[in-house]
């Protein structure tokens, strides 16, 4: 007597599939995440540039000073990216547009 095991075998298959491309979901919306993150972060940037000018009479500029504020500016929007809101709103709306994109295939 033999034992047809090919039925078992397709769910199993399939469930390992279905676990696989769970996992490349999970690793697309972490880049995503991250990825958005950033644009925010280039968005204070650019913001923060304005804002805080080095242009102050009071003290007045040393060699390097530019390179150091740049540096400071650089810091300042990478550490509050992702609090504002904009990177969160631009990650649900590419998950909306990525999950329609999917529907229609």
């Avoid at 880049?31 to 958005?36: A, D």
């Amino acid at each position: 007597m033999r034992i047809d095991t090919s039925m078992a075998m397709m769910n199993y298959d399939n469930a390992k599939l279905k676990n696989q491309s769970q996992v490349i979901q999970n690793q697309d919306d972490a880049k995503l995440k991250e990825q958005t993150d950033h644009f925010e972060a280039l968005l204070l940037k650019t913001m923060l540039q304005d804002a805080i000018k080095n242009d102050d009479t009071l003290y007045p500029k040393q060699p390097g000073s530019d390179i150091y504020h740049s540096m400071y500016i650089d810091q300042l929007s990478e550490e509050l990216s992702g609090s504002f809101g904009y990177s969160e709103l631009l990650y649900r709306y590419l998950q909306d547009q990525q999950n329609q994109n999917a529907k229609r295939k």
